[in-house]
T-cell receptor
């Protein structure tokens, strides 16, 4: 079966523009996470969805960042007025169960470059 | 606040050597989970192991072994008889149990392992 799919794999945008990054989780996975990985660093948590709702968005750096998951499957991370500091790899992960530990499966990420 | 420290940044070994990757963590929680992930050049994070804070038994899986010591807040990872395919970035991570175990991982900065033929 398919793993977590992220599109696009690469995105180059100009400073100040708006971007959307898409994540297709594994079918049936209720939990979905977004992380950001800057060069030479470990991934940093951004937001966690359980179903359609954001259960924890404490990692979003500021109000330029927003994420949705309207039907409880595909999620979109939206960044407004992009800045050069937003350049990073954005990773998405999903896992099947609520409240019971299960492994999170990661996608290959979207490399965002703001020029 | 949680913190994961991977003091080693880059390690280079010759194939068949054993190598240990160190991980030290900080947390105020009594219940927590520790993880190791591998990130090959393709970029995808590959889960290797999870350990909960109540289980200090060491674990061996093939050439991989893990040593968890609560007394020193360490969760070290050893690769025995390393192979070129082991070349990757390895991350240690921590999560609080109350957050749903794997929902909010705090990662270390990673260790780049290069295995030369």
């Amino acid at each position: 079966g398919a793993g977590v799919s992220q599109t696009p794999s690469n995105k180059v945008t100009e400073k100040g523009k708006y971007v959307e990054l898409r994540c297709d989780p594994i079918s049936g996975h209720t939990a979905l996470y977004w992380y950001r990985q800057s060069l030479g660093q470990g991934p940093e948590f951004l937001i966690y969805f359980q179903g359609t709702g954001a259960a924890d968005d404490s990692g979003l750096p500021n109000d330029r960042f927003f994420a949705v998951r309207p039907e409880g499957s595909v999620s979109t991370l939206k960044i407004q007025r992009t800045e050069r500091g937003d350049s990073a790899v954005y990773l998405c992960a999903s896992s099947p169960n609520r409240g019971v530990y299960t492994e999170a499966f990661f996608g290959q990420g979207t490399r965002l470059t703001v020029v | 606040a949680q913190k994961v420290t991977q003091a080693q940044t880059e390690i280079s070994v010759v194939e068949k050597e054993d190598v240990t990757l160190d991980c030290v963590y900080e947390t105020r929680d009594t219940t927590y989970y520790l993880f190791w992930y591998k990130q090959p050049p393709s970029g995808e994070l590959v889960f290797l192991i999870r350990r909960n804070s109540f289980d200090e038994q060491n674990e061996i899986s093939g050439r991989y072994s893990w040593n968890f010591q609560k007394s020193t807040s360490s969760f070290n990872f050893t690769i025995t008889a390393s192979q070129v395919v082991d070349s990757a970035v390895y991350f240690c991570a921590l999560s609080e149990a109350l957050s749903g175990a794997n929902s909010k991982l705090t990662f270390g900065k990673g260790i780049t392992l290069s295995v030369r033929p």
